[in-house]
């Protein structure tokens, strides 16, 4: 893929770019409070995120910026 997302333990979902023939770390999203533990893409636009902080998160990847924060949904979002 040209492009993709990972969570991390450091709290952060990393946004990763494709480069000449290297990806590269091209974003880092860092409003969650503990590990992010599971991410689902919906479309190019959006992105979901779930962490130990008890929260979901929902992106707005063409913004570059979360829209909603739903909190203390799940004990702690290890799936979607």
Known sequence: P???????????????????DQYICSQSLDNHTHWVR???????????SGSSDKTIKIWNMSLKEML???EEQVPECKTM
Request: a negative charge.
């Open 38 to 48: 599971t991410l689902t893409s919906i479309s190019s636009k959006w992105l979901i």
């Open 2 to 20: 040209e492009r993709f997302a990972s969570g991390s333990s450091d709290n952060t979902i990393k946004i990763w770019d494709l480069k000449h």
């Open 68 to 70: 909603e924060e739903l």
